[in-house]
């Protein structure tokens, strides 16, 4: 487990390798598709073709002209010979022909030869028995009928085809040998056009794969260097180019955050530095009144302390040794204004004095 979690595949990878995987799986599997269904036709055409030809060259030969051949003796025959030629006829005119034969069915279900057209030492002598029978063949005996799949006997290995001979009442059929290398050439050459086809979509998707997954990595990591350019303060970069894709979308939401965020930023600077005067001007003004506080202070002590003063006109002496009226000296220690007035001993001693003095005073001319 810890081997597992210590092994990273990067995106990029994965995403190359899935995009590989993707288009090699539908292109391999359309090609075998194809290339499966081709096969299929190609097979169907030749079996039509060669059921067609053997159909169409049994309605040639009249089964009842060929009783006579049964035993290898019977080659120097008459009969023999025009149905040999007769057969090589046939086969000359077809080049994907390899044989042209026919056989007998016996009561027994033993199948013989009656007349082969090969022209080499090979050839299959009147009377010899053909071994395992594929059951395409026993059913040529009453239809035209073909191999379901190449049939490799001792004369090699073909695609055959079989049809009954007129008035062969279920005892004659032709037999026609398709080459197997004409066949196998056809094959290997879809075959080749397959494998080149399939080499062509696995190198397509290679590119394909590639180029994807390179763009999304660009795409990818763009983002991540705005992510890291906006972590480290960087907010006024942006994330240029176009994709034309959603990843226009998102790359123009990380700018608008990155201008959101400049625009915070500037805001929050503008307020630290409004925040900054206002303490400045706090801490002044806190300054003044604490200045004043204290002198008021000061003077508060001034006045609570010692303050020397005259016996007889009530004077003040303040610290540098002047001496100054009671109102002047509280008004300049306290800041605080004076009005006069006479309290009511005083208005009646002053009123009494006043009294005094007029009736002391010498009479007016007019009186006397």
Request: negative net charge; aromatic residues 8%.
């Amino acid at each position: 487990m810890r081997a597992l979690s210590r092994f990273r595949l990067r995106y990029v990878a994965k995403l190359f390798i899935s995009h590989l995987l993707a288009v090699i799986l539908v292109s391999g599997s359309v090609g075998t598709f194809f290339y499966l269904r081709a096969i299929d036709n190609l097979m169907r055409s030749l079996k039509s073709r060669l059921r067609n030809s053997a159909a169409l060259l049994s309605q040639s030969i009249d089964a009842r002209s060929l009783d006579s051949i049964r035993t290898p003796e019977d080659v120097e025959s008459d009969t023999y010979r025009r149905a040999l030629d007769q057969l090589r006829r046939m086969r000359r005119t077809n080049p994907d022909i390899a044989f042209l034969y026919i056989m007998r069915r016996a009561d027994d279900g033993k199948v013989t030869f009656v007349v082969d057209s090969d022209e080499t030492s090979a050839q299959a002598l009147p009377g010899k028995e053909y071994p395992e029978v594929p059951p395409n063949m026993e059913a040529g005996f009453f239809n035209p009928a073909v191999d379901d799949d190449l049939v490799r006997d001792e004369w090699g290995v073909f695609l055959s085809g079989y049809a009954p001979l007129l008035n062969g009442e279920g005892a004659y059929l032709l037999g026609i040998d398709m080459r197997a290398d004409e066949v196998h050439n056809k094959l290997a050459e879809m075959r080749l056009t397959g494998l080149i086809s399939l080499l062509a979509s696995i190198l397509l998707a290679l590119l394909l794969a590639l180029y994807l997954s390179r763009g999304l990595s660009h795409r990818i990591g763009a983002i991540a260097a705005q992510c890291r350019r906006l972590t480290a303060g960087r907010l006024d970069a942006r994330i240029e180019g176009r994709t034309y894709d959603e990843f226009d979308e998102l790359a123009e939401a990380f700018n608008l955050l990155g201008e959101s965020l400049q625009t915070t930023r500037e805001e929050l600077d503008r307020t630290v530095e409004n925040l900054r005067v206002a303490r400045d001007g706090l801490e002044v003004r806190v300054a003044e009144r604490t200045r004043e506080l204290q002198e008021a202070l000061d003077r508060v002590n001034v006045l609570k302390g010692l303050l020397p003063i005259c016996s007889s006109c009530k004077k003040i002496r303040d610290d540098q040794g002047y001496w100054k009226q009671v109102e002047q000296f509280v008004s300049e220690q306290t800041g605080a204004k004076f009005t006069h007035g006479l309290c009511p001993d005083c208005a009646g001693k002053a009123y009494r004095e006043l009294l005094r003095d007029m009736s002391s005073a010498p009479p007016s001319e007019e009186g006397e």
